[in-house]
């Protein structure tokens, strides 16, 4: 079954700690993704791969890191500076240079920090 | 400055009914649009999608249209389904990797 991943499912962090979500994918897609959703809110890019060992700032980077070492991986660390973490966080992968190429995302994971 | 706009939260239609949904947009460099629908706790999974060239597709009871113009795309369900309520966002391309999506309407289709 080919799709994409998302671990834990709900994810408890005590305020000033990091946490890292994870995302896996096995569509053998080259871009991966990560977006935010607060209530009322659409998904806000946060950072995206197009490739291995490269990704770009989204619209709401700061607060977060990712690292692309692997193709089919592509985890974000909520650091203790990102202000706000409580959220619902989905990861997405597409195909890269395709003219038409949807994205396709996973189950997503609610962090919530207490 | 939101560049990819969904003015209406939520609508109710009755099953069997035609469900129109509204996206607009505000840069004209936008040459993809999508709809994805999204069930609460889940990832959204992709609806239909729509290029700049075109303004009209149809995939079964989907069919979204494209008025470049106005810079206004709709979503219609025919006939709607209880099964398809859900939070529908649309989403625009802007540059070969980066989407755009609005803040979603929540549909709810009443048997």
């Known amino acids: 079954d080919g799709g994409i991943t998302q671990s834990p499912k709900y994810l408890f962090r005590k305020e000033g700690q990091n946490v890292t979500l994870s995302c896996e994918q096995n569509l053998n897609h080259d871009a991966m993704y990560w977006y935010r959703q607060d209530p009322g809110q659409g998904l806000r890019l946060i950072y995206y791969?197009?490739?291995?060992?490269?990704?770009q700032k989204g619209d709401i980077a700061e607060g977060y890191s990712v690292s692309r070492e692997k193709k089919e991986s592509f985890p974000l660390t909520v650091t203790s500076a990102q202000k706000n973490p409580t959220a619902f966080y989905l990861c997405?992968?597409?195909?890269?240079?395709?003219?038409?190429?949807?994205?396709?995302f996973g189950p997503g994971t609610r962090l919530t920090v207490l | 400055d939101q560049q990819v706009k969904q003015n209406s939260p939520s609508l109710s239609v009755q099953e069997g009914r035609i469900s129109i949904l509204n996206c607009d947009y505000t840069n004209s460099m936008f040459d993809y649009f999508l709809w994805y629908k999204k069930y609460p706790a889940e990832g959204p999974t992709f609806l239909i999608s729509?290029?700049?060239?075109?303004d009209k597709n149809e995939d079964g009871r989907f069919t979204v249209f494209l008025n470049k113009s106005a810079k206004h795309l709709s979503l219609h369900i025919v006939p709607s389904q209880p099964g398809d309520s859900a939070v529908y966002f649309c989403a625009a391309r802007s540059g070969t990797y980066k989407y755009i999506f609005g803040t979603g309407t929540r549909l709810k289709v009443l048997a």
């Open positions: 791969s197009q490739i291995v060992n490269d990704f």
């Open positions: 729509i290029s700049s060239i075109k």
């Open positions: 997405a992968s597409s195909i890269s240079g395709g003219q038409h190429n949807e994205q396709f």
